[in-house]
C-alpha cells in the first residue's frame, strides 16, 4: 500500500490518479479531503501531518509513503515524527516532494533550512528514499484565474524574466515512479520544465489555450509584494521575489531529471495551459 500526504494538492491529486490507473492500492490523505478528491474506490482519509500519532492507522501496514514538506506550514511539523510513524507502521520506501531551494537558496528560511531539515530527516530515518527537488509550479498560474476571468488581464512582476517552471503533472509522474521502482533509492531528482518561459510569454500561452487575447500588466515589485504578503508569509514573499526577479544560474538551469526517469522530455508550459483552460474561462 502506498500512502499519499497531500493528496489534495496539485502534485498529490495527480499522483494519486497515476497511481490508481496503474492498479496500486492507495491511501490518499489531507487535512480536508472527500470522495469527490480521488478517483472511485480510493481510499481516503483526513489526517493532519502535525499530528504524527494521528497517522498511525493510515500508516500501519503501508509499503511506501508520499511525503510533502508542508510548504508555508513546515515550521509547524516534526518530520522525524512523521518519519518514526511511518517506519513503525512497515514503511520501508519514501519519497519526499522537497523545493528546489534547499540547494539554491540555503540561506532562506523559507525555501531552504525548513526544507533542509525534512531531507536530513528523510535520510536518517533507516528507510529507502528518493527526494524531489521541484523548482517553481506551472499551477502557480492558477494565481492569476480570477483577473482572466474577469477581464482578460494578468498582472505580474518581472515580466520578462524566465524562470523553467515544472508542470506538477511531470512531479507527479516522477513521484509515482520512485514509489514503485527500487532503482530510484537515493536518488536526488531536480525537476524543471524544457525551457525557460517569462511571465509575459506564460499569460500570452493561457491567451491562446483560451482562443483570446490577454493583457498583460507588469506590476512593480512592491506592488506584487503587497499583494502576495496577503496570503503568504513575509519571509516567504520576500524569497519567491527574489527567485523571480534575480534568479541563480542555477534556478536558470534546465534539468534533465525529468527525461532521466520517466524517458521524454518534460512538458512546456503551453501544454499545461490547454490542459486546464477550463479554470480560466
Do not use: C
Not at 211 to 227: M, S
Request: a negative charge; hydrophobic letters at 45%; aromatic letters at 4%.
Amino acid at each position: 500500500m502506498i500512502v499519499v500526504t497531500g493528496a489534495t494538492g496539485n502534485v498529490g491529486r495527480s499522483l494519486v490518479r497515476i497511481l490508481a490507473a496503474a492498479g496500486e492500492q492507495i491511501t490518499a490523505t489531507s487535512r480536508s479531503i472527500s470522495a469527490a478528491d480521488v478517483p472511485d474506490g480510493v481510499r481516503h482519509v483526513p489526517a493532519d501531518l502535525a499530528d504524527p500519532d494521528g497517522l498511525r492507522p493510515l500508516l500501519d501496514g503501508a509499503d511506501a509513503l508520499f511525503l510533502q514538506n508542508g510548504g508555508p506550514s513546515a515550521h509547524l511539523l516534526s518530520p522525524r515524527d512523521i518519519l518514526d510513524v511511518a517506519k513503525a507502521g512497515g514503511v520501508s520506501r519514501v519519497v519526499l516532494l522537497s523545493s528546489q531551494g534547499v540547494a539554491t537558496r540555503p540561506e532562506s528560511a523559507s525555501h531552504g533550512d525548513i526544507a533542509r531539515g525534512f531531507e536530513d530527516a528523510v535520510r536518517e530515518s533507516g528507510m529507502e528514499w528518493t527526494i524531489l527537488r521541484p523548482g517553481g509550479f506551472a499551477s502557480n498560474s492558477f494565481a492569476w484565474v480570477e483577473s482572466v476571468r474577469a477581464g482578460r488581464a494578468i498582472a505580474a512582476p518581472f515580466a520578462d524574466t524566465g524562470l523553467p517552471v515544472i508542470d506538477p503533472d511531470d512531479i507527479a509522474e516522477v513521484g509515482a515512479a520512485a514509489l514503485r521502482e527500487g532503482r530510484h533509492a537515493g536518488q536526488v531528482y531536480e525537476l524543471t520544465g524544457p525551457a525557460l518561459s517569462t511571465p509575459r510569454e506564460r499569460a500570452a500561452a493561457i491567451g491562446e489555450a483560451l482562443g483570446e487575447p490577454i493583457r498583460f500588466v507588469e506590476q512593480t515589485r512592491a506592488e506584487a509584494h503587497a499583494e502576495m504578503v496577503r496570503f503568504m508569509p513575509e519571509p516567504v514573499v520576500e524569497t519567491t521575489l527574489n527567485i523571480l526577479g534575480e534568479p541563480t544560474p542555477r534556478e536558470l538551469r534546465i534539468s534533465p531529471d525529468v527525461e532521466r526517469v520517466l524517458g521524454r522530455a518534460p512538458r512546456p508550459f503551453a501544454d499545461w495551459a490547454t490542459r486546464y483552460a477550463a479554470a480560466f474561462r
